[in-house]
């Protein structure tokens, strides 16, 4: 089994910064394309960055720019570097990955992270 483990979320006021991580952990996979999500209430679930194994990177609109995305292959880890924060981003984040395991392909979830982002 594979799972996703993330961290970082919390209260900050509009301005300030905040790093999220997510670590995948198991035996005998390899990830391919990694993201992250985000969920505001009464919304649906949206795109906030991707990359890909090779480093290719891709973000919504509403976050170029403030946001930056990067992983860790060594560590089965990425990150999400959320700088500038606006009480828009106030959301559940999920990290998203795209994982090869004997075999098969799947996507896997993790649990979710509150990021509050204040006036």
């Known amino acids: 089994q594979v799972q996703l483990v993330e961290s970082g979320g919390g209260l900050v006021q509009a301005g300030e910064s905040l790093r999220l991580s997510c670590a995948a952990s198991?035996?005998?996979?390899?990830?391919?394309?990694m993201g992250w999500y985000r969920q505001a209430p009464g919304k649906q679930r949206e795109l906030v960055a991707s990359i890909t194994s090779g480093g290719t990177t891709n973000y919504a609109d509403s976050v170029k720019g403030r946001f930056t995305i990067s992983r860790d292959n060594a560590k089965n880890t990425v990150y999400l570097q959320m700088n500038s924060l606006k009480p828009e981003d106030t959301a559940v984040y999920y990290c998203?990955?795209?994982?090869?395991?004997?075999?098969?392909?799947?996507?896997?979830w993790g649990q979710g992270t509150q990021v509050t982002v204040s006036s």
């Open positions: 198991g035996r005998n996979f390899r990830i391919n394309n």
């Open positions: 998203n990955a795209y994982i090869t395991r004997g075999g098969w392909s799947l996507n896997y």
